[in-house]
C-alpha cells in the first residue's frame, strides 16, 4: 500500500509544525519507505493543505536527513544506514549518561514516572508502535531534570531518527532469515536498571548502564545487518 492511501490530512488552519510532524510520521514508523518519492503536489492533496507548507516541510526534512534529492525524480525518503544508525544509537547513550550524570539530585518525581511508564510499556503486547512510542517518551523523561536545555533540545531531534531506527528494527526482525537476540524485554529490564540506580542516588552507575544500554541496542541493529 502506498502511504498516499494511508496519510491523514490535517486541518487546513493548521500549522506548518503540524505539516513537518505528518510528513516525519510516514517516513519514521515506515509508512513511507526508503527510496519512495515525496511528491508535493501529492502531499499537500492528502494532506488537505496548499504547497507551500508542505515544500517548507520537505526542505526541513531534507536538512534533517529524513530526505534526499533524487535527481529528475525530485525528493525521496532518505535509505537507513544501519552503520550510522549504529553509531547514532552510540551517540545518544553517550549524551544521555552526560545529561543525567550533571543533576545533582535526581528528583523522586521524575523517578515515578519512569517507573509509571515502564509499567505501561509491560502491558503492551504486540503492537509495535505504542511499544515505540512508550521508548521515546521513557528517555525523553529521564533527561527531563537536566539543566542543559540545547542538550535536550538536541537528543530531542535525534529521537526521531532513533524512532525511525525502531521501526526498522521490529519489521527487520521479523523478516529475519536467523534468529536475532530478543531485545524488547532485554530493553525493558535494562530501563527498570536505569530506574533503580536514579531511586537509589546513583546517577554514576545510572550512566553507565544508560551507555551500556544504548551500546547493547547498536549491537543487535549490526547483528541484523548480518542476518
Known amino acids: 500500500m502506498l502511504w498516499k492511501d494511508e496519510i491523514v490530512p490535517v486541518a487546513r488552519e493548521t500549522s506548518n509544525e503540524a505539516v513537518y510532524r505528518a510528513i516525519l510520521d510516514l517516513i519514521?514508523?515506515?509508512?513511507?519507505?526508503?527510496?519512495?518519492?515525496?511528491?508535493?503536489?501529492?502531499l499537500a492533496r492528502a494532506l488537505g493543505v496548499s504547497r507551500t507548507p508542505v515544500r517548507e516541510a520537505l526542505i526541513r526534512l531534507k536538512t534533517?536527513?529524513?530526505?534526499?534529492?533524487a535527481g529528475n525524480r525530485g525528493l525521496a525518503v532518505a535509505e537507513l544506514d544501519v552503520s550510522e544508525a549504529a553509531a547514532l544509537y552510540r551517540l545518544v547513550g553517550a549524551m544521555e549518561a552526560h545529561l543525567v550524570e550533571a543533576?545533582?539530585?535526581?528528583?523522586?518525581?521524575?523517578?515515578?514516572?519512569?517507573?509509571?511508564?515502564?509499567?505501561?510499556?509491560?502491558?503492551?503486547?504486540?503492537?509495535?508502535?505504542r511499544t515505540i512510542e512508550l521508548g521515546t517518551l521513557w528517555h525523553r523523561t529521564l533527561?527531563?531534570?537536566?539543566?542543559?536545555?540545547?542538550?535536550r533540545r538536541h537528543l530531542a531531534e535525534l529521537y526521531a531518527?532513533?524512532?525511525?531506527?525502531?521501526?526498522?528494527?521490529?519489521?527487520?526482525?521479523?523478516?529475519a532469515s536467523s534468529p536475532v537476540p530478543p531485545s524488547r524485554a532485554e530493553g525493558k529490564a535494562e530501563h527498570r536498571d536505569i530506574s533503580s540506580a536514579l531511586e537509589a542516588g546513583?546517577?554514576?552507575?545510572?550512566?553507565?548502564?544508560?551507555?551500556?544500554?544504548?551500546n547493547r541496542s547498536a549491537g543487535r541493529l549490526r547483528l541484523l545487518e548480518e542476518a
Do not use: K, M, N
Open 64 to 69: 534533517d536527513g529524513f530526505v534526499r534529492d
Open 202 to 214: 546513583e546517577t554514576q552507575r545510572a550512566a553507565l548502564l544508560i551507555r551500556e544500554h544504548w
Open 143 to 151: 533527561v527531563q531534570p537536566s539543566a542543559c536545555v540545547t542538550g
Open 103 to 129: 543533576v545533582p539530585t535526581y528528583p523522586d518525581e521524575t523517578a515515578r514516572r519512569l517507573e509509571e511508564i515502564e509499567a505501561q510499556a509491560r502491558d503492551v503486547v504486540g503492537d509495535r508502535g
Open 161 to 175: 531518527h532513533i524512532e525511525r531506527c525502531e521501526h526498522y528494527f521490529f519489521a527487520a526482525s521479523a523478516r
Open 28 to 42: 519514521v514508523d515506515g509508512r513511507a519507505a526508503s527510496g519512495a518519492r515525496l511528491v508535493e503536489r501529492e
